[in-house]
């Protein structure tokens, strides 16, 4: 058995964990709204149309924020389109589909305080720009007697809706974007947008649009331009990046999160390369927006636009969840938490149906993708201060990498004097046997082990095998006198919780 070893310390502290870390994303794409959330006339439907089982599962995952309308889909969007009882069925050309605006901001805001979570939200910088911006923030949140704000009080909601987040834009560095900017041309839009917005509403906080992808031909230009317009008005940068494993390569697949870890401490410089060049005393921080898993559904898609193009809700990018897809997220969350000092919000995209750790049936069931789970321990373990993991492993190389550790791993100490691992065990064939030294924490006892494992990296769960792959109870091991030896199983995610002796 091959061993690796961990030190934590109190004061390696990297910093508290915003609970925002833990967002998600709805986009008016594919399945995830109609047929999704929404289900009129669905068995477990609400007074409104909204799938109580579906809300049940994200209430659960614990989703803090959730990004809404898009997304591809808000560089073409009208947010009156949404609102109010005539709402006109448009084209999409994002997604090349026909949106109704059956579902839109009033509703969608009614389902997020149904699932315990808050509304972040997408202005349209594409097709449209800053005076769209700062209407839509004035409808939302001012209180009344203005014609926007008294428009959403004739709509059925008196108090403002009390949107806190808001993104300028989505992708505009992508050609495929409608709307498409250069750097100069965007940030100039989103510097004039959050002007505008801000001054309607001073306390809302504004993320700016960094490289869709760390591989754009214009990363790095990019966000040094378009910070250097708009620094002293946005609060966030995002960051985008979507990984996959068309050939099979679980050891290069499971490596990915260097990159990702690249990608955030290369847009942190870049932050901090233009403070300095300002002057300024203010600190950006990260909006990863959106993040997951995406390879699985190309084919099908393309078939589905060829016979259905322009149909409503098109069961599009439905990607399939496996095993190791979800220790791959693992480590997403891992290196999230790892810098946690500087990604303040992080989005799961998406949340149902679309790329998404909840798959539904029409008129049937619903249940958790492989992805779900490390979500899941995460959001609910992962909370208060996080602490930098020193992990002595053996490691490994691949095509793109070389010394990858296999042992991976991130923790989080609570208010209650918790510690929690997390460790994804990237060996295909061997268990590890991992010491933990945690002396610092006084007397610890391990009170749970919880593993994610499958002999099968291919196995997926189903609506009729919902639990094929499911956290259980794992090996444990033993603590004394502040260490602890653990064991690892190969290929495997661990949940480990250290709670003081009684």
Request: with cysteine; proline share 5%.
């Amino acid at each position: 058995m091959k061993k690796a070893r961990i030190i934590l310390d109190k004061d390696y502290a990297i910093g508290r964990i915003d609970p925002r870390l833990f967002g998600s994303f709805i986009e008016h794409l594919g399945r995830a709204v109609y047929g999704g959330i929404y289900e009129p006339g669905h068995p477990l439907a609400d007074e409104q149309g909204f799938r109580r089982d579906v809300l049940e599962m994200v209430r659960r995952l614990g989703v803090s924020v959730v990004r809404y309308p898009g997304g591809n889909f808000v560089s073409g969007f009208n947010w009156e389109d949404s609102v109010g009882p005539d709402r006109p069925s448009r084209l999409d050309l994002a997604w090349f589909t026909t949106e109704t605006n059956e579902v839109g901001l009033h509703e969608f805001a009614d389902w997020a305080r149904k699932a315990d979570t808050r509304v972040m939200y997408a202005v349209n910088l594409g097709t449209r720009g800053p005076e769209n911006a700062r209407d839509i923030v004035e409808y939302a949140n001012h209180p009344g007697g203005t014609r926007l704000s008294d428009m959403r009080i004739r709509n059925g909601a008196k108090d403002p809706l009390d949107i806190r987040l808001w993104c300028l834009g989505n992708e505009m560095d992508g050609s495929w974007q409608m709307g498409h900017k250069t750097a100069r041309e965007y940030g100039r839009t989103a510097n004039e947008a959050a002007k505008l917005m801000k001054w309607v509403d001073p306390s809302i906080e504004l993320v700016a649009c960094g490289s869709s992808g760390y591989d754009m031909p214009t990363f790095g230009d990019w966000e040094l331009t378009m910070l250097e317009e708009c620094y002293d008005n946005i609060d966030y940068v995002s960051l985008h990046r979507y990984y996959g494993n068309p050939t099979g390569d679980t050891p290069g697949f499971l490596a990915r999160s260097m990159d990702l870890d690249a990608f955030i401490r290369s847009v942190v410089s870049i932050c901090d390369a233009v403070k300095g060049k300002k002057h300024s005393k203010k600190q950006i921080h990260l909006s990863f927006d959106e993040w997951n898993i995406w390879y699985h559904s190309g084919a099908r898609d393309k078939e589905i636009w060829q016979r259905e193009k322009w149909g409503r809700a098109l069961p599009l990018l439905e990607d399939v969840y496996n095993f190791e897809d979800a220790l791959l997220a693992g480590s997403i969350l891992i290196t999230f938490l790892r810098n946690a000092d500087r990604v303040r919000i992080a989005c799961l995209a998406q949340l149902v149906n679309v790329i998404a750790p909840i798959m539904t049936r029409k008129g049937g069931g619903c249940w958790a993708q492989t992805i779900y789970w490390p979500f899941f321990h995460v959001s609910k373990y992962g909370r208060g201060t996080a602490l930098r993991a020193l992990t002595d492993s053996p490691v490994y190389g691949c095509r793109d990498y070389e010394d990858v550790p296999f042992i991976d791993a991130a923790a989080a100490l609570d208010d209650e004097g918790t510690v929690t691992v997390f460790a994804v065990n990237r060996d295909m064939e061997e268990d590890f046997l991992l010491d933990l030294d945690l002396r610092a924490f006084g007397d610890l006892e391990l009170k749970e082990h919880i593993l994610l494992h499958h002999d099968d990296v291919r196995a997926v769960n189903t609506e009729e095998d919902p639990e094929r792959v499911a956290p259980a109870p794992g090996p444990g091991g033993r603590t004394d006198r502040g260490r602890a030896q653990v064991v690892l199983p190969a290929l495997s995610w661990n949940v480990l919780r250290f709670s003081p002796r009684p």
